[in-house]
């Protein structure tokens, strides 16, 4: 497998948060513009607006993996890896470690155990709420995040505002899902911010 490619798929890892998942085809376009040569008429193909299912892109046997570090105590990073178990249509089991989560495609998002936590349209500013008072926000599109696993161009931000000041923030790319979350733990009362970033994907189950 290269090196975009994930790595250790039998690899039993367990997960420090509950988060995630990741995104799906590479835009198409359309559209006229006017170079500037009088005369002279170029037709363009401005990007088509995404939408949520394309950030997030499920299939069986997709599989993504993270490195995980804790940032607030430091030490070496932990390999955390997702993987599509089942699909039923538009609805799929995802495997986190020892745990599960049904993921689904609804209109106007993306679910996760019944939770919207990606939604349509993707364009800064727009804001969901979540199922326990948590507030989702688009903060940023057309970011450019550099992982193990590569560069991606064109990624957004979302902003996940909960009680007692928790903020986590999960960056997805289009065609490949999660590249980056950060995100806190409370781990012996004490709150840890830990950081994954994505090591390798496979979209095909082709290892």
Known sequence: MND???VGHRLVV????GIFLVALSIALSGGVASSGCAGTTVTTTPPRARTAREYLPLRRDAAWSYDARDQTAGGVATLVTLRVERQDGDTFVVNQGRSTSLYSYAEGGVLRNGETILADPIREGTTWDG???DTYTIRAVGQRRVTPAGTFENVIE???R???QFVERTF???GIGV???TTPVVIDHTIHEFRLLLRGYTLDGAL
């Open 4 to 6: 975009r490619r994930l």
């Open 14 to 17: 367990r997960s420090t948060s």
């Open 131 to 133: 199922m326990q008072g």
């Open 158 to 160: 979302v902003v996940r």
């Open 162 to 164: 909960g009680r007692e």
């Open 172 to 174: 997805y790319a289009p």
């Open 179 to 181: 590249i980056e979350t």
